[in-house]
């Protein structure tokens, strides 16, 4: 049978077997939007808050026992994934998060409420609001839940650049003696191998990596305990320090609290910056997958210095056609963290005075970006760049008809004489050792001594 529950605008009937209550009832009428739901980590996140919260609130004494230990009991529950059909509030709700955080206080409560041996809407005896969410505000609980959710999310994305970039650099490795023309501009350049263009590859992961690890780390600063405006009015003078040391243990992660309360609930630069290092990431992901596409690409019109694996045929018209599918879908991957770093800055600089509003929309967007990346780059590593070849002969002949190695006489000869050189070698499609050979100027053992191709920085 249905139930009723009231809230201060009214009265609501609710399923009989909903664990959540009116306030959720009221999102799911108000905001019907994408059918998108909280990201599992952020679910997560919010129940830590709360079970710290609790923790909190009982050793404050300002929270009864016998209800905090049945709170205590239904967050654990909750964290293990009994009632992950309960948190429904669509992604794009209410400002601030407060359908959400009012979503979970209601499910903790009802349980809560079950375990006590009371009837599901009871809230005169424990209250979402007065029991589960003493001491907090949707403005400090939701953000600091969307922190905690992007510290443990961006883990896997950590241990998966890790890998990929072992990958390029052993690839860097197995082609260090496999010697190709450079390219600048697309056109021909100076040579180097093969391995130094998978070294780089492996260095720019590297690099990002340690940005969004230095971002990850700025998060671990939380504005818990801000309350509804900084003041942290309606919470315990001491609550801030005790929910902070619970989630640290909860979490083994060592958080702080905000250095300025006002500050963190007005600003969410930090997930700002955050969202910006996986852009960055994004973005050099696109440019090393579009390399791979160009190397790869023929096998007789293109470059095809590398094979890239065939996991798939590659046309439904043209049979034996394949294509660098893995490459094409890391690009689209990193085209959408592209548009949700943009999404996250729309974001971000609309908060106004003491909060920014628009943080559900900023923490959809980190989460979904951390996941397409840590869920495709092991995928990536394993079915695209460990199966990558070299085209050795390819790399050879295309090196031998450089002019670009014109560049190593011009101490001898000069800029001016090497360039009419060059020109002459492209007209005769000749190398440019041969050439220099035919006209006097080097001896085929000097040729030969010039033009190996000697590779720099190798590690």
Not at 250 to 279: M, N, V
Request: include cysteine; charge should be negative; charged fraction near 20%.
């Amino acid at each position: 049978m249905p139930r009723t529950e009231r809230d201060s605008l009214g009265a609501l009937e609710l399923p009989d077997a909903a664990r959540y209550g009116i306030q959720t009832a009221r999102a799911l009428a108000n905001f019907p939007v994408s059918g998108l739901r909280a990201h599992p980590e952020l679910v997560s996140a919010c129940l830590f808050v709360k079970k710290a919260a609790v923790l909190a609130n009982m050793e404050l004494k300002v929270l009864e026992r016998s209800l905090g230990s049945a709170i205590l009991q239904a967050c654990d529950d909750a964290l293990a994934g009994r009632f992950n059909d309960q948190f429904v509030v669509d992604v794009f709700q209410a400002g601030a998060g407060t359908s959400f955080n009012m979503n979970v206080n209601e499910v903790l409560a009802n349980r809560a409420l079950e375990l006590l041996g009371r009837e599901r809407g009871d809230y005169e005896f424990l209250s979402p609001n007065d029991h589960v969410n003493l001491g907090q505000s949707s403005n400090d609980t939701y953000p600091t839940a969307a922190q905690i959710a992007t510290i443990i999310a961006a883990v896997r994305l950590l241990d998966a650049l890790e890998e990929l970039a072992l990958v390029f650099r052993r690839k860097g490795e197995e082609f260090k003696d496999v010697p190709k023309v450079g390219r600048t501009h697309l056109m021909d350049a100076l040579p180097l191998a093969l391995g130094d263009e998978f070294r780089a590859y492996a260095s720019a992961l590297e690099r990002g990596a340690q940005r969004i690890e230095q971002r990850r780390n700025d998060l671990c600063e939380l504005p818990i305990g801000g309350t509804a405006v900084g003041t942290g009015a309606g919470s315990h003078p001491q609550f801030r320090d005790r929910v902070i040391q619970h989630l640290s243990e909860l979490c083994a992660t060592e958080f702080t609290p905000a250095r300025d309360g006002f500050e963190a609930l007005q600003s969410r630069a930090l997930l700002a910056a955050f969202s910006s290092a996986l852009k960055e990431l994004a973005l050099e992901l696109i440019r090393i997958a579009n390399d791979l596409r160009l190397l790869g690409s023929g096998p007789f019109a293109g470059l095809a210095e590398i094979e890239l694996p065939a996991v798939q045929p590659g046309s439904s018209i043209m049979p034996g056609k394949v294509n660098p599918s893995m490459p094409e879908c890391l690009d689209m991957i990193c085209f959408q963290v592209v548009g949700n770093d943009t999404a996250v800055a729309l974001a971000v600089q609309a908060g106004q005075l003491e909060l920014n509003a628009m943080v559900p929309v900023i923490a959809w967007n980190v989460l979904q970006s951390l996941t397409l990346l840590a869920n495709f780059l092991p995928v990536f590593g394993v079915r695209c760049v460990e199966g990558i070849r070299a085209d050795r002969e390819k790399c050879r002949s295309n090196l031998e008809l450089n002019p670009a190695l014109a560049t190593l006489l011009t101490p001898k000869i000069g800029y001016l004489r090497a360039a009419e050189l060059a020109k002459e070698a492209i007209a005769r499609k000749m190398p440019i050792g041969a050439l220099a050979v035919e006209k006097g100027i080097l001896t085929q053992e000097e040729a030969a001594e010039m033009f190996e191709v000697k590779t720099r920085n190798q590690k």
